[in-house]
């Protein structure tokens, strides 16, 4: 049944049928396209699908093509329809000539609300924002949204409507990445010269994704066959970074990239003159990474993307006065293959391979000891997708497989005095199987649905590591007119794959668990409801709501590692329940010299534990009840521009001690609620300056200074209690220091394109 209702539209074809592809005057496929068509004074509507293709059956007659996308002019075509057409329409970038200068009008906008709240962003119209390398950091970009955490400093995850890091999905070119940023997060973790656009999902209500019980991140990298060699990268301090499209043929062609740090040869030598007292003799710190995008057209109707990632970071920090050797190696490699293939004109059909792993291992030495602690986890999976129409209702299913392997902690310690110890193997395996389908039928003239169902079987082993799950997805969006726009969603989400967090700041020791031997799959629900206003060409405003339910969640109350023979990694685990609700909103202004938004989220996150706080209800560790972010961009003229980024946050949560006490002479420290008190709010100031020696479509050259945290704001990343005795040995006096990664952070890059 489910076959035959993928393809389905194969059969039954109507006697006229009009198709096509919508592509811009650089040969980019334009998807989202609204493609409207007039006949006989009926009017219909189609969406270009992802690769900018639409179809429709329409009766016999004359008729016109009025084709919208934004950005770009508004085309028409009329025709006398008699038989089954194809057309091929290119339209052309909105500008305006004044005074013999060439102004653009209407660029594509750098962020675009999409149904249910999700977003689009535009890395090109969002490269004058600050950022330490000069290039666009993803994921801080992300943090400037709605519904999304601020992480704070020395801290690269994301934390999305109330959930965990581990509870968020990064797709690259359609494959997942495991690994999610550098040291700290610091360093933008994407090279974004390689990436087209970014898709954000905040609820995963797409049926086709699954595996995570908050968002979806969408990474989609150049899909376009260069038609000349093209150079472009970034040259910095800290860093720098190089892009080559290089055409192979004219069916082919390719995109490669890398990024190299030399931290090591200018950060460190800086940082040690300032630290003569320091403890810490020496320590190295440096990252690549690497992409490559092939494209080639096997024929008319197919064709062959691979893409590629592999990111690597090593961390090493000597200290000879208590003879102490650390070292710390993680890194992403993932590879994905993927056919396209176009059936008919209202169908077409995506098949992909990937493979993809994270590693981290830890070794440490001090005297005669020797420790190491690794970790991995391994994707192997095939993923199909049909996307077809039916009566005019578009559709797509598809299934995946994915075959797990994950190792969550391997503990090996030597010793010249003891044997050595190794902890038992609990290496995992699992395999998961999914099929799903989507379809947005208009239910009427202004009420269309987003409806979706994933199916998924997972299975560890035994039958009792087996889990059958459906996970419907739905979204109803309401347009009274052309200015207004409503929302409603429902998703409900099992995660299988479950991140363990051992360091409350961004040091990759952190482990990967599959859901066996007892450990049941975490799971999600979501209600959300929101609205979407066009205040004017310019202007346009967003409110929303949502709640969600989780069950299952993981703690892991101990450090990197728990030495403890007598226990297992399933003992030290423990299991709850979470809730998150809240409200946010946007303004955005997408036109004009000055561009930006601003974004407010106030929301509530709280868990419950049967072995933590009693068994009480206790706020999440980054429970921050306000999130306020202002972000803008000026455009002076054609060589100056500039960047802002103001953040507010409040401060997330952590257990402090209520009282000490003396037993045998010895301070002993008192504890009430889990999470009892807060860091300080988060405030912080960027700005940025852009100066441009050549700026057109194909060639730049632009100098970036960007400042990190301007005002110089301590915004510390956490609190160490330091006790005393009194001089009267009766009582003690506890003073806190905070700790912070940096008060200011300038830097300088030039980016450049030829």
């Not at 006398?80 to 339209?91: G, H, N, Q, R, Y």
């Not at 403890?279 to 691979?306: A, C, P, R, W």
Request: charged share 20%; hydrophobic share 35%; with cysteine.
């Amino acid at each position: 049944m489910f076959f035959l209702f993928c393809f389905s539209s194969l059969f039954g074809q109507s006697s006229i049928k009009i198709s096509g592809k919508v592509k811009s005057n650089e040969g980019l496929n334009l998807s989202r396209a609204l493609v409207t068509f007039d006949i006989n004074k009926d009017s219909s509507v189609v969406v270009t699908d992802s690769l900018g293709m639409f179809s429709s059956n329409l009766k016999s007659g004359l008729v016109r093509l009025t084709i919208n996308h934004f950005g770009y002019i508004q085309k028409q075509v009329s025709l006398s329809l008699k038989k089954d057409t194809i057309l091929s329409i290119v339209l052309e970038k909105d500008m305006l000539f004044l005074k013999e200068v060439l102004v653009s009008s209407n660029k594509k906008s750098s962020i675009t609300t999409l149904s249910a709240g999700k977003l689009s962003f535009n890395l090109k119209e969002l490269s004058s924002l600050p950022t330490i390398l000069g290039t666009t950091d993803i994921i801080k970009l992300l943090q400037l949204t709605p519904g999304v955490q601020n992480s704070g400093d020395a801290n690269g995850y994301l934390y999305v409507r109330g959930g965990d890091p581990g509870h968020n999905s990064i797709l690259y070119g359609g494959t997942p990445i495991y690994g999610m940023s550098h040291l700290l997060g610091v360093f933008p973790f994407y090279n974004t010269d390689h990436i087209q656009e970014v898709e954000f999902d905040k609820s995963s209500s797409n049926a086709k994704y699954g595996g995570r019980l908050s968002s979806t991140t969408l990474l989609i990298p150049n899909k376009k066959i260069p038609s000349q060699l093209t150079v472009q990268g970034n040259l910095g301090l800290l860093a720098s970074q190089i892009t080559l499209a290089v055409p192979v043929g004219k069916k082919s062609g390719l995109f490669i990239s890398g990024r190299k740090t030399y931290i090591d040869e200018i950060v460190v030598p800086i940082l040690n003159s300032f630290s003569k007292n320091s403890d810490v003799q020496d320590m190295k710190y440096g990252f690549s990474d690497g992409n490559l995008t092939f494209i080639t057209e096997i024929s008319k109707n197919n064709s062959l993307v691979v893409d590629a990632f592999v990111s690597a970071d090593k961390l090493k920090i000597e200290d000879s006065n208590i003879a102490l050797t650390t070292g710390l190696k993680w890194g992403n490699f993932s590879l994905s293959p993927t056919v396209i293939s176009k059936l008919s004109s209202k169908t077409t059909m995506s098949n992909a391979v990937y493979f993809t792993q994270y590693t981290n291992n830890l070794e440490m030495q001090q005297a005669t000891v020797q420790m190491g602690i690794s970790s991995f986890v391994q994707d192997f999976g095939f993923t199909n997708s049909v996307r077809f129409l039916v009566n005019e209702i578009p559709f797509e299913s598809g299934l995946q497989y994915t075959f797990h392997k994950l190792q969550p902690q391997k503990i090996e310690i030597n010793s010249q005095i003891a044997t050595a110890i190794e902890e038992q193997n609990n290496l995992i395996k699992a395999n998961e199987f999914a099929v799903f389908a989507t379809a947005k039928p208009k239910l009427s003239d202004c009420l269309i649905a987003e409806l979706g169902l994933r199916i998924n079987y997972y299975s560890s082993g035994s039958k009792s590591n087996s889990y059958l799950h459906l996970q419907p997805r739905m979204v109803l969006n309401y347009y009274p007119n052309k200015k207004f726009s409503f929302y409603t969603s429902y998703n409900r989400q099992n995660q299988y794959l479950s991140l363990i967090t051992t360091s409350s700041v961004g040091i990759p020791t952190d482990f990967w668990l599959a859901s066996s031997d007892g450990i049941s799959p975490q799971t999600s629900d979501e209600f959300s409801i929101g609205s979407n206003q066009t205040i004017s060409k310019n202007i346009a405003t967003s409110f929303g709501g949502f709640y969600r339910a989780m069950k299952n969640l993981l703690e892991y109350p101990y450090g990197v590692a728990q030495f403890n023979e007598m226990s297992t990694l399933k003992d030290d685990l423990l299991v709850g329940k979470g809730t998150a609700y809240g409200v946010e909103m946007m303004l955005r202004k997408n036109n004009g010299k000055f561009k930006g938004w601003l974004s407010y989220t106030l929301s509530w996150s709280t868990r419950n534990f049967e072995e933590i706080n009693d068994g009480n209800t206790y706020f999440a560790k980054y429970d921050r009840r306000h999130n306020l972010s202002l972000v803008g961009m000026y455009d002076l003229n054609l060589k100056w521009n500039f960047g802002v980024t103001q953040i507010f946050s409040s401060g997330n949560r952590f257990t402090m001690p209520t009282s000490w006490y003396f037993i045998n002479n010895n301070p002993v420290k008192e504890y009430s609620e889990y999470n009892n008190a807060q860091m300080p709010n988060y405030i912080r100031t960027d700005l940025s300056v852009n100066y441009f020696f050549i700026k057109s479509s194909k060639k730049e050259s632009v100098l970036n200074f960007s400042i990190y945290n301007t005002f110089i704001i301590e915004n510390p990343i956490y609190v160490v209690l330091n006790v005393k005795v009194n001089e009267d040995k009766q009582s003690v006096i506890v003073e806190t220091e905070k700790k912070y990664l940096y008060k200011i952070l300038p830097s300088i890059s030039w980016r450049f394109k030829f």
